[in-house]
């Protein structure tokens, strides 16, 4: 357990001598002191990293374990029991069944105002302020990204973490004023982070984009994700 020397003294004799030397008091304490404080560092470290992605494990497992299962279909127009039994608003809300990503939405918060948009998004989804809301026939925009670090990353990104496993056809629920929209994934881009010009309506009619982060935890570039009501 502690360093410790053996010395061999040669003399005229034949039956060799042995002297074993112990270190002291001091040393002893050093060296339980060193090897507790490593084993606490190792410790501290690994229950850090669990509890800051612990968000994003949990839905990482989810999704592989039991993703697969959850239906894709309209829920079919019973927006307040539907969005209340999945623990949503009926006022505002999300669901994405195939990714069983859920969450209220936050309206009209600036999406360029950090202090804004990342109070908006410890609650829920942010909706972009400036853009339109379901049945008006207009762009919406919704968007729940991480910031500058994997830290910010499991506060405010574990919600669309899984955005990038939609293709197109899947479905998107939004539940606005007690009322259901559906709708179908058509695009998918990544794009600059800078690039606001998705922000504006392009007069093409209703379409719901989704915006995070790509890759999760960066602010390198965002992930968009376009969507067209399946009943206009």
Request: hydrophobic share 40%.
């Amino acid at each position: 357990m502690y360093p410790r020397r053996t010395i061999y003294r040669a003399g005229r004799s034949r039956v060799p001598g042995e002297v074993k030397v112990s270190p002291g008091t001091a040393v002893k304490f050093f060296y339980h002191f060193a090897r507790s404080f490593g084993a606490g560092l190792i410790a501290f470290a690994i229950v850090g990293f669990i509890f800051s992605f612990w968000p994003i494990l949990q839905v990482e497992l989810n999704y592989r374990f039991f993703g697969k299962s959850v239906s894709q279909e309209p829920t079919g127009n019973l927006p307040n029991s539907d969005a209340e039994a999945l623990g949503l608003d009926p006022y505002f809300s999300i669901y994405i069944p195939k990714i069983d990503a859920k969450a209220n939405v936050i309206p009209n918060v600036d999406a360029g105002n950090p202090v804004d948009y990342l109070a908006a998004l410890k609650k829920g989804v942010a909706h972009a302020k400036g853009t339109n809301f379901p049945g008006q026939g207009k762009l919406i925009y919704l968007f729940s990204h991480s910031t500058d670090s994997p830290l910010d990353f499991a506060r405010y990104n574990a919600i669309f973490y899984l955005l990038d496993q939609l293709k197109k056809g899947d479905v998107i629920i939004i539940y606005f004023m007690n009322q259901e929209y559906d709708y179908a994934v058509t695009n998918e881009y990544v794009t600059a982070a800078n690039d606001t010009p998705w922000l504006k309506d392009d007069g093409s009619g209703e379409k719901l984009i989704l915006q995070t982060c790509d890759p999760p935890g960066t602010s390198w570039h965002r992930l968009l994700v376009v969507a067209q009501p399946i009943n206009p």
